[in-house]
């Protein structure tokens, strides 16, 4: 279980590299913020979906452990 605690916190940590700006598109932006944006978010994304794997694989894991 601590290894899922160390996940909970790398998603954390994640978390405050961005701020809202970062990810979340505005009305008035241009091209080029609107490229950063999306890349932005792409990346917080794809983070976040191989935290999920790898949760999912402890998890699993663990299960298949105490059987």
């Known amino acids: 279980m ?5 996940l909970e916190q790398i998603r954390r940590e994640l978390l405050k590299q961005y701020t809202v700006g970062d990810i979340v598109p ?3 932006w241009s091209l080029e ?3 950063d944006t ?3 978010r ?4 794809d983070s ?3 935290l999920d794997r790898r949760k999912e694989r ?3 894991d663990a299960l298949k452990g105490g059987e």
Request: proline content about 0%; cysteine-free.
């Open 48 to 50: 976040f979906e191989r």
């Open 38 to 40: 999306a890349w932005n």
């Open 42 to 45: 792409a990346k917080i994304m």
């Open 2 to 6: 601590n290894a899922l605690v160390g």
């Open 58 to 60: 402890l998890v699993k």
């Open 33 to 35: 913020q609107s490229l």
């Open 26 to 28: 505005a009305d008035d």
